[in-house]
C-alpha cells in the first residue's frame, strides 16, 4: 500500500501539532468519504468501521445530513444562543426529549461534545441534590474536560502527571455481561455497601453515572443483575442514575438508548458524538426539575446548540425514526450477528461477542494486539479500533 503522500503530511503535522492531538496508529489522511468508505491522499480507500469514533452513526456525508447543513449554510452558519434563541436548536431538543425513556417530560441542556455533557451532569446532581459526592465505575471513559477525565478510570495515560483532579469522584467495580449470574447477584454491589458503610454516606452521593455498555473498557454491556440492583439502590438514597450514552445512543445497541435494554428509566442522559451527526454537538438531558435547578449561566458555551449543529441533528434524527432506517437497522444487526456467530464456530481463538450491539465486539485470545489493524483486501482496508486489551471494537454506519 502506498501512503507517501500522507506520510509527508503526518511528518508536517508533527512539526506544529501537540503529540495528545492524536493515537497515532497508521498514517492516514483523510481525503474524501462516503457512506462506509473513506479515501485517503494517495487514493487508497478503507471500508470505515470506525466511524469516526462513532460519531458518524450514518456514515461520512450522509445525503440527508448534508442537504440539512447546506440548507441551514444558506441562511446562517451560527449565532450563539448564550443570548439569542434559534429554531434548530429548539426543534431539536423537542425530538430529543420527545424519545426521553419512560414518557418522563426532559429538558435538554446543548454543549460542544460529550466530554462537557458528564461535566453537566455532575454539576447539575450537585445543584439539585444539595449533595457532592459521584460514583462511576472502573474501566469507564466520560471524556476529556477536567471533569470528564476525573471520572474516567480507562487509562492512566489520562491521568498521570495532570492531578490533582476533580474531588469527591468515587469509581467501582463494573459488572459485565460475562459475569456469572451467581456470582453477580452476591458481588456487585458488596463494594460500594462497604463503602456506604464505613467511609462514603450514601446520603451524601449526588448521582451514579455509567455506561450501560462500556465503550473504551471493551464494549461490555452492564449485567441485567448489576443494573436493577444499583438503580435500586439509587432509589433508596434518592441517588440520582444517570445514564452515559456518548458512545451508544442513537441506535448503536439497536435501540435509541443502550439504557432502553435494563427496563430502567434514567434521571438523566449524556449525548454525545452521534448527537450532532458528524458536527461538534453535544447534550445533557434530565427530568425537568434538575434541568430547572440551575440558573444562566450555570454552563452554556457559546457555540453550544449552534444552528448548523442541531440542523445536522434533527436530519439524522428524523431518518433514523423512519421505517427505511429501522428496516435497515434491523437486518444489519441480524447480519451481523449472524457473520461473527460463524466466525466464533470456525475460529477457536475468538472467544466472544457482545449482545446489545451494533457495534460488535470480538474477544481474542491475543494478550498483545496493535490498536489500529489493516486487512488488505485488494484494493480495500479495513480500519478497526482496539480496546479493553483484547477485543476488537467494529462500530459500523447503518
Known amino acids: 500500500m502506498n501512503t507517501e503522500k500522507c506520510t509527508s503530511w503526518v511528518e508536517r503535522d508533527k512539526k506544529v501539532m501537540a503529540p495528545t492531538q492524536h493515537l497515532s496508529y497508521f498514517p492516514l489522511v483523510v481525503e474524501s468519504g462516503k457512506g462506509s468508505i473513506i479515501r485517503d491522499l494517495d487514493g487508497n480507500e478503507y471500508i470505515d468501521f470506525l466511524s469516526s469514533a462513532s460519531s458518524l452513526n450514518l456514515g461520512t456525508c450522509n445525503d440527508h445530513v448534508k442537504a440539512a447543513v447546506e ?42 461534545c460529550g466530554s462537557d455533557g458528564n461535566d453537566a451532569a455532575v454539576k447539575f446532581a450537585r445543584a ?86 462500556q465503550g473504551d473498557g471493551g464494549l461490555i454491556p452492564a449485567h441485567p443483575i448489576f443494573m436493577k440492583k444499583l438503580h435500586e439502590l439509587c432509589q433508596k438514597h434518592g441517588i440520582l442514575f444517570i445514564s452515559e450514552e456518548v458512545q451508544q445512543a442513537f441506535y ?51 457555540l453550544g446548540g449552534n444552528a ?52 460488535t465486539a470480538d474477544t481474542s485470545v491475543h494478550d498483545t494486539c496493535q490498536r489500529v489493524m489493516n486487512l488488505s483486501a485488494e484494493n480495500l482496508s479495513i480500519r478497526l479500533l482496539f480496546s479493553g486489551g483484547n477485543v476488537i471494537q467494529l462500530r459500523i454506519a447503518n
Open 71 to 112: 440548507e441551514q449554510l444558506k441562511k446562517y452558519s451560527q449565532y450563539t444562543i448564550a443570548y439569542t434563541y434559534n429554531i434548530p436548536a429548539i426543534e431539536y431538543a423537542e425530538r430529543l426529549v420527545s424519545t426521553y425513556p419512560g414518557d418522563v417530560k426532559a429538558k435538554v441542556l446543548f454543549g460542544n
Open 128 to 213: 439539585f441534590t444539595g449533595r457532592t459526592k459521584i460514583i462511576t465505575f472502573i474501566n469507564g471513559y466520560h471524556g476529556n474536560t477536567y471533569g470528564s477525565s476525573s471520572m474516567t478510570t480507562v487509562t492512566t495515560r489520562m491521568r498521570k502527571k495532570m492531578g490533582p483532579f476533580l474531588p469527591e469522584i468515587y469509581p467501582f467495580p463494573f459488572f459485565g455481561s460475562d459475569t456469572p449470574d451467581d456470582v453477580c447477584e452476591k458481588e456487585c454491589l458488596k463494594e460500594m455497601q462497604r463503602a456506604f458503610d464505613t467511609y462514603l454516606p450514601a446520603d451524601d452521593v449526588a448521582a451514579v453515572i455509567i455506561e450501560p455498555v
Open 252 to 302: 448503536r445497541t439497536g435501540k435509541m438508548y443502550g439504557i432502553e435494554h435494563y427496563d430502567i428509566v434514567p434521571d438523566g442522559i449524556i449525548l454525545g458524538k452521534s448527537v450532532g451527526a458528524g458536527l461538534t454537538l453535544g447534550a445533557f438531558m434530565a427530568r425537568e426539575e434538575i434541568m430547572d435547578c440551575l440558573p444562566a449561566p450555570a454552563h452554556l458555551f457559546t
Open 308 to 359: 448548523l449543529a442541531c440542523s445536522a441533528g434533527i436530519a439524522a434524527f428524523d431518518y433514523m425514526h423512519t421505517e427505511e432506517f429501522q428496516n435497515i437497522l434491523k437486518t444489519n444487526c441480524e447480519i451481523l450477528q449472524e457473520s461473527f456467530a460463524m466466525l466464533k464456530e470456525k475460529h477457536g481463538n475468538i472467544i466472544s461477542t457482545r449482545e446489545y450491539s451494533c457495534i
